[in-house]
């Protein structure tokens, strides 16, 4: 397992011939050189970075097959939850087929974590059995974070959140084609400040122009949400501007959907993983591409700012009934969103601890508003108003990481 940590490529970097982990992959090499008569031995290795492995390693007689593992699709996932729940008391209401087509993009580890902390809970509420509400709350708390009631917003703080997340929302119910709204939530997870939530209804295996472009508007929609409404804007949506800076630069770079440019890839993308590549990397773009690149990032970032503002500004009603309404709650779902932009009026607001919006403790730390709790969270497909940095979403390319320190950050993360 990890193969790269001792079949890295040699002499790419600092160090020479005499390194240790160079030693042992020239031995490994020796071993593998197909002169000896071994036969009825097969090798078998594992690696998260095949593009930083030795060529030598690669080359045909060495490893003759490589397999790609990728996250499991539907089925796979349904599988993988039988086996991780095959010795956990289940209640009636409990569907596997469900819970699978809720968590697109769950790696074995991330399903095996959601059934861990649903057990968690169910035995926190001294259940003998496990239930629907305890794979909900552990899918939010695997997809979102842990609550953090420690945290205390002001009011200023709570109604800007509750516009930024609103804007994510809204566009992403107006917008044909997007991923459907999950959840929205102003109470702080994690190192996140608010979040809104979109599932795909299905595996995605690739992606549209128009259905990227919707991505960007759904992105600039806290931001764009502030202006109106206050004016101003805030420090909240730096990671919003970042994931739609690269995702644009991604459409123009890599995959084409620039009309100026047309379908040619511009620069190279390869990561540079040894110092003695970057030092021998040549550039592969003129200044009169680099200069066109940049404004077409720009004109696919400012053409969805205003389709965003345009948007928002016709349904300011619906905007201002979310935002209240989180206000109310602080947890809404994407059924209530629908209510409300009906023009009803969301059913009465009960606090039984398992629905949307309720007032939970999630330990007995949580109770005390005087302690704080540093939570790390897996990967999500989440707008959030978070307080730290978290990276890029272009498709399915970036994993999301969340991090920062609490005060002062991007409040929204797709």
């Known amino acids: 397992d990890e193969m790269d940590a001792v079949g890295r490529q040699r002499f790419a970097g600092l160090g020479g011939s005499n390194d240790e982990r160079e030693q042992t992959l020239n031995q490994l090499l020796v071993e593998m050189d197909g002169f000896e008569s071994n036969e009825g031995v097969i090798l078998i290795a ?34 993988i939850l039988e086996v991780h729940t095959r010795r956990t008391p289940l209640a009636k209401d409990v569907n596997l087929t469900v819970l699978a087509k809720g968590t697109p993009g769950f790696s074995g580890a991330d399903l095996e974590n959601l059934v861990n902390e649903a057990a968690l809970q169910a035995a926190k509420l001294n259940k003998n059995r496990l239930n629907m509400s305890d794979f909900e709350y552990a899918k939010d708390k695997v997809l979102m974070g ?6 205390i917003l002001s009011d200023e703080e709570k109604k800007i959140t509750a516009y930024h997340e609103g804007g994510h929302a809204l566009t992403a119910k107006l917008l044909p084609g997007a991923d459907p709204v999950h959840k929205v939530s102003i109470i702080p997870r994690g190192r996140a400040m608010g979040v809104t939530m979109q599932l795909p209804d299905e595996d995605r295996h690739g992606y549209s122009r128009e259905f990227l472009r919707n991505n960007l508007v759904v992105l600039l929609g806290g931001r764009v949400a ?106 809404i779902t994407g059924e209530d969103i629908d209510i409300l932009m009906k023009g009803e009026t969301l059913p009465p607001f009960q606090l039984d601890g398992q629905g949307a919006g309720e007032f939970r403790l999630e330990d007995e730390d949580d109770a005390d508003p005087g302690k704080d709790d540093a939570s790390a969270e897996p990967g999500a497909e ?30 929204g993360e797709k």
């Open 46 to 79: 594992a690696t998260n970075r095949p593009d930083v492995l030795d060529p030598a390693l690669l080359r045909p007689g060495r490893f003759d097959r490589q397999v790609v593992v990728s996250t499991p699709d539907l089925r796979g996932r349904e599988r």
């Open 382 to 411: 989440s707008t959030e108003k978070a307080s730290g940095q978290n990276d890029a979403l272009p498709a399915q390319d970036a994993p999301v990481d969340r991090g920062g320190d609490s005060g002062d950050g991007p409040r």
């Open 146 to 151: 842990k609550e953090r009631r420690s945290l």
């Open 226 to 331: 502030e202006e109106i409404i206050f004016g101003d804007i805030t420090t909240g949506a730096g990671n919003d501007i970042d994931r739609a800076s690269k995702m644009a630069r991604k459409m123009v770079c890599e995959w084409g959907m620039s009309e100026k440019i047309g379908p040619q890839t511009v620069g190279n993308h390869e990561e540079e993983v040894f110092l003695g590549r970057e030092w021998g990397h040549s550039r592969a773009v003129s200044d009169d591409m680099a200069r066109l690149v940049d404004s077409e990032v720009k004109a696919l970032i400012d053409e969805a700012r205003e389709r965003c503002r345009a948007l928002l500004t016709e349904h300011i009603d619906m905007l201002h009934a979310i935002a209240r309404a989180l206000l109310e709650r602080e947890t």
